[in-house]
């Protein structure tokens, strides 16, 4: 379908590097929330733009490169390299080391694929996985790969760019952060609104950096058994569209079934994907089911973190229910009850116990952790993602990379239109051909 080719790379750095050893800056420590990710794929953005013919790519690529650098000034953790220390005591140490090596700007084509081809298909086209750089990069290896890369792809009639970001550095609310950053200052904006504050959070008197047992051979010998052959095996996936109006539907009806006002619009959503989708599998009714819910912490904890913390702050909330209880008929509201009481359970307390609990016996995440019975949920409706505008329009559709994507992994994102949201499901195919015929689940989907 496509002549697809890489036009350029080039070193993006920082214009006013001026950080010196003293710097609180040039060497970040590590927390926990961080340090999870060391085995894990790195993470990917996308936003896919339209574009008139008339549009000069030339000059938006060098303009594109030019704020890039006045953006990454501001975040310099994103010019740098991950720094991992062996010691002594047969543990290691990892930290951020703030010294401007630079990030990668990709330029390429795609000339024969329109915006047509990425958004008319049923289920993602493969040459999307083309559309971002670094793929392949596990997290530990930032110590020598950029932090963060740029790959902006020319269409036919548009543009795609796809970042790829080192997930030690920054979770989903510090990638957007920057990317709204970097949107803002192309389109003309002098400075940012909200200036990233990159002081991690620990817990009084722990010792720093953080040393942990942590070697490559033992997490890959841990994950590549015969048990994950169904998580492990190539997913499809496919984009499911909720209005505004059928999620208040769907969240009137969880509350109602529960007895409640509590639960969230994203709380039923979840549990109505997670009835359809353990529904498909035909499971033993006395079998468990488990929905992994990704949890923002910053205003958990208490005094709370500030809006611009910038990292990582974000736990599983594992959310465990017998199937027989999540599938009959009143399933939509004792779902999502189960799910919002377990959330509300994360409190300081908890947060800082499981905190120093990682301390004592660190545990990372890894491709193929959790069993086919098992979705987990990505990103976050909160994000503005539809407001990336980099002077040439706002996006008409957002995308994950190839990166992580395996049996299971539900992402959410806020849909083009005010109070809608897209899921992005990864699964087989054969599954998401079930839950597509199953019209309990189907009258809610608009698209």
């Known amino acids: 379908m496509s002549s697809f080719r890489v036009l350029s790379t080039t070193t993006i ?26 085995p894990y794929g790195v993470n990917q953005k996308g936003l896919l733009y339209h574009h008139t013919l008339k ?3 030339s000059n938006q690529i060098e303009h594109l490169k030019h704020s890039l650098s006045s953006t990454l000034e501001m975040f310099p953790p994103f010019t740098g390299r991950l720094k991992i220390k062996e010691c002594e005591d047969n543990t290691i140490s ?19 694929t329109s915006v047509d081809d990425i958004l008319g298909p049923t289920y993602f086209p493969q040459i999307l996985h083309s559309f971002f750089p670094l793929n392949g990069v596990k997290n530990y290896e930032g110590t020598s790969n950029p932090l963060f890369a740029i790959q902006v792809t020319k269409l036919v009639d548009g543009i795609f760019i796809g970042c790829t970001i080192n997930h030690v550095v920054a979770d989903g609310t510090s990638i957007w952060h920057f990317i709204n950053s970097w949107a803002k200052i192309s389109k003309g904006c002098l400075e940012i609104t909200k200036i990233p504050s ?11 950096p953080i040393r942990f047992p942590f070697t490559m051979e033992q997490q890959n010998n841990h994950y590549n058994n015969d048990n994950h052959n169904e998580v492990n095996s190539k997913p499809s996936v496919r984009l499911f569209h909720f209005t505004k109006e059928n999620i208040a539907k769907l969240k009137f009806k969880a509350n109602l079934e529960a007895g409640t006002e509590n639960i969230s619009s994203l709380q039923a959503l979840f549990t109505h994907i997670w009835r359809s989708i353990m529904h498909s599998k035909n499971l033993d009714l006395e079998e468990e089911v488990d929905f992994v819910v990704v949890l923002g912490i910053r205003p958990r904890l208490i005094p709370p973190l500030k809006e ?8 599983d909330c594992v959310v465990t229910m017998k199937a027989r209880d999540l599938l009959e008929d009143d399933g939509l509201g004792k779902g999502a009850l189960k799910m919002n009481k377990m959330i509300a359970l994360h409190s300081d307390e908890k947060l800082n116990n499981q905190y120093e609990n990682w301390l004592k016996t660190p545990n990372f995440l890894n491709v193929g952790m959790y069993d086919s019975k098992t979705l987990i949920s990505s990103s976050s409706p909160r994000f503005d993602v539809y407001g990336n505008d980099f002077g040439w329009g706002k996006p008409v559709a957002v995308q994950h990379g190839v990166e992580n994507k395996e049996n299971g992994i539900i992402s959410v994102f806020a849909g083009a239109e005010e109070g809608s949201m897209d899921l992005e499901v990864c699964y087989s195919y054969e599954t998401l051909e079930a839950i597509c015929n199953d019209p309990e689940f189907m009258e809610v989907v608009s698209n």
């Not at 990159?198 to 720093?208: A, M, S, V, Y």
């Not at 611009?308 to 736990?315: L, Q, R, S």
């Open 198 to 208: 990159f002081k991690r959070w620990f817990p009084n008197g722990i010792q720093l």
């Open 55 to 57: 549009l000069d790519i």
């Open 94 to 112: 990892c930290s951020i080391k703030c010294n401007n090596e630079g990030a990668l700007f990709v330029h390429a084509t795609a000339e024969n």
């Open 308 to 315: 611009d913390y910038f990292g990582n702050a974000m736990i």
């Open 13 to 38: 750095n920082a214009p006013n590097h001026n950080l010196c050893d003293d710097s609180s800056h040039h060497t970040i420590d590590l927390t926990p929330w961080d340090l999870q990710f060391l």
